[in-house]
């Protein structure tokens, strides 16, 4: 009887062990969770903020931003990046690397999603040939988070076109072309202003890595707009890139 007591009694610690050991696995994980949602709602809060005193609305879609009293607080804003119907809308800065604004904000203070910026290579007034532009893939669609909708090719015939306001007060307009996953060393983010040799063999790298079948690529010297992203799986040596032509300046969006 008193062994069967201990059996019973040695049962009902390890039972009680193994709730204690559940119940904090349960805790953590509950905290790293409301963590990152919190972490998303910072995100979500400041850069809400920033379109509500920065960007003006006619319709449900942008008319103008006030580019100019953003350049006034922070000089690295070179633009504000825009693809129609979609979350992708921010403003567009340039740090001295490209280390500096993977996880600053415009107020140059830390946040976890980073900004939306131009390779530090680049010029400034997006006059290359090739332009390439970084942003997080947030899990909550927020910065580049949402690029990955763009490798169904209906996606990108529902959202043809990439905008980018720059200080004048005009946008860029860019007509996408081509998505595909790059490797970080095959040439997809090589920067070059000009050279028509060099502009000929990245028209062929780009050819051969493009998921699209129905897009026309540049020709006669386009420029060339490159947005990149992390992809899913964080792969260091991978990035989602979505990829369009210059067409034309444009004093509104259509």
Not at 18 to 25: D, K, T, Y
Request: with cysteine.
């Amino acid at each position: 009887m008193e062994e069967k007591q201990k059996k019973t009694g040695l049962k009902k610690n390890i039972y009680t062990v193994l709730m204690i050991v559940c119940v904090a696995v349960f805790l953590f994980a509950l905290y790293k969770v409301v963590g990152i949602l919190l972490d998303y709602k910072e995100i979500d809060d400041y850069y809400d903020g920033i379109k509500e005193e920065y960007v003006v609305e006619d319709d449900g879609g942008i008319s103008y931003i006030k580019l100019a009293e953003l350049i006034k607080k922070n000089i690295d804003v070179k633009g504000w990046i825009y693809i129609k119907d979609t979350d992708i809308s921010y403003p567009l800065l340039q740090g001295p690397d490209n280390q500096y604004y993977l996880y600053r904000n415009y107020d140059k203070q830390y946040l976890g999603a980073g900004s939306i910026f131009l390779e530090a290579l680049n010029s400034g007034d997006m006059s290359d040939l090739h332009t390439v532009i970084y942003g997080h893939n947030m899990h909550n669609g927020a910065m580049f988070g949402t690029l990955d909708k763009f490798f169904e090719e209906s996606y990108r015939d529902e959202h043809p076109y990439v905008y980018i306001m720059l200080p004048d007060g005009k946008w860029n307009k860019y007509e996408i072309f081509a998505a595909y996953t790059a490797d970080i060393e095959d040439g997809t983010f090589t920067v070059f202003a000009e050279g028509e040799t060099e502009y000929n063999k990245y028209l062929d790298l780009i050819k051969e890595k493009n998921i699209y079948k129905n897009t026309s690529a540049p020709e006669d010297g386009e420029q060339i707009l490159t947005l990149s992203t992390c992809t899913e799986d964080s792969n260091d040596y991978k990035r989602n890139v979505l990829q369009a032509k210059f067409i034309e300046r444009t004093e509104k969006i259509e």
